[in-house]
Nanobody
Framework: QVQLVESGGGLVQPGGSLRLSCTSS????????MGWYRQAPGKQRELVAD???????NYADSAKGRFTISKDNAKNTVYLQMNSLKPDDTAVYYC??????????????WGQGTQVTVSS
C-alpha cells in the first residue's frame, strides 16, 4: 500500500506560479513511477507529467516548457512546479504512484487531489 498526500493547490492569477507537493508513505525508491494527473470539470483525467524511479521524465504537450516535475528521494516527495499558468490549467490535480511488485502485476495509487484555480 502507498498513501499519497498532496498539498500546494490554490487560487492564482493567469501568468502566476504554484508548486504542488506529493509525499509518499513508502520510500519512492521502491515506486516504479510517480506523476501528476489533472481532471477539469466535464473532462477525463489526463497525465500532466511523470517521473520514473530512474528519473526518466514525461510531460504532456500542454505542460512542456511551463511545468517541471522533480523529486526528493530523501523526503519521499515529488513536486510539480507550474509557471505561466493559464485558465485552462484549472483542474483538480492528483498525485499518482505506480508499483510493480512482481512481473505482470501493476498497482496504481492516487492522492486525494488538490484544486488549482487560475482566474483573475
Amino acid at each position: 500500500q502507498v498513501q499519497l498526500v498532496e498539498s500546494g493547490g490554490g487560487l492564482v492569477q493567469p501568468g502566476g506560479s504554484l508548486r504542488l507537493s506529493c509525499t509518499s508513505s513508502r520510500s519512492i525508491f521502491s515506486i516504479y513511477s510517480m506523476g501528476w494527473y489533472r481532471q477539469a470539470p466535464g473532462k477525463q483525467r489526463e497525465l500532466v507529467a511523470d517521473i520514473s524511479s530512474g528519473s526518466k521524465i514525461n510531460y504532456a504537450d500542454s505542460a512542456k516548457g511551463r511545468f517541471t516535475i522533480s523529486k526528493d528521494n530523501a523526503k519521499n516527495t515529488v513536486y510539480l512546479q507550474m509557471n505561466s499558468l493559464k485558465p485552462d490549467d484549472t483542474a483538480v490535480y492528483y498525485c499518482n504512484a505506480v508499483t510493480i511488485p512482481t512481473i505482470g502485476s501493476r498497482y496504481n495509487y492516487w492522492g486525494q487531489g488538490t484544486q488549482v484555480t487560475v482566474s483573475s
